[in-house]
């Protein structure tokens, strides 16, 4: 491996060249081979960095295996393994997003998430972080109601106003009972995503992109974590 000092002047050589974000440079950089001279200078070996176990998949992605499987059919292993095959790593996130579409049947908006984790599980992008280097945000909940209540408890103006605790939030877009695209007041557009996860229970997750710095995520994430205890005091009644 390079020195500190050799690993930052490639990796900026790297973001001048394509125009990645830091992360996602560096992250091509340290796995791509590398020669380095034996002390003799005769014999030379190249090293690559260590890939994570599986076991460390769903820590990185941000979503348990179980909930992967449960909207998809596949756990993190098996979609990591399957993107690999396809040399995603070096595509963008739109490309392994439409990758994902092409190849395998699962929603729009769970589409996005497996994306999502693949890149965090590569090292194309930190925590939260976009491959353009902006910050997005997500949250998710499981509720004791069948998926298609969980979804009018969103479409439905009146129940939403109940919970969400903002007035002039408006669906964009919706596909009963899977997803939706949500419009706020101040004009961010919110992905939610639903599943069923057996008798009587049912998932959503909520994401937001775009966001300009980590501190704005971790409030978003607040906030919605305190919506989504609000819509459940609803749900419950």
Same mark, same amino acid.
């Given at each position: ?94 490309? /392994? ?8 049947? +699962? ?13 965090? /599980?590569? $090292?194309?992008?930190?925590? $939260? ?35 969400? $605790? ?22 961010? +557009?919110?992905?939610? $995503? ?44």
């Amino acid at each position: 491996m390079p020195r500190d000092k050799d690993l930052k002047r490639l990796v900026r050589a790297r973001m001048t060249k394509t125009g990645e974000a830091y992360t996602a440079a560096r992250a091509h950089v340290v796995r791509a081979p590398r020669k380095s001279n034996a002390v003799d200078g005769a014999l030379a070996s190249t090293t690559t960095i260590a890939q994570p176990a599986p076991a460390d998949y769903p820590a990185l992605a941000g979503m348990s295996d179980d909930a992967i499987r449960d909207a998809t059919g596949c756990t993190w292993e098996r979609w990591v393994k399957a993107l690999d095959a396809h040399g995603a790593a070096e595509l963008s996130h739109r490309d /392994i997003a439409a990758l994902i579409t092409e190849k395998y049947e +699962i929603p729009a908006w769970w589409t996005q998430m497996v994306a999502v984790g693949y890149e965090r /599980i590569r $090292g194309l992008r930190a925590r $939260g972080q976009q491959r353009n280097g902006t910050f997005g945000m997500t949250r998710s909940r499981t509720f004791p109601v069948d998926v298609t209540t969980l979804f009018d408890a969103w479409a439905d103006a009146r129940t939403r106003r109940r919970w969400l $605790g903002e007035r002039g939030a408006k669906v964009r877009t919706a596909t009963s009972p899977r997803s939706m695209r949500l419009q706020m007041a101040d004009g961010a +557009i919110v992905a939610v $995503g639903f599943a069923a996860k057996g008798k009587g229970k049912s998932s959503v997750a909520v994401e937001q992109a775009k966001l300009p710095d980590r501190a704005a995520a971790d409030r978003l994430k607040q906030i919605w974590s305190a919506r989504l205890d609000a819509l459940g005091e609803v749900l419950a009644e």
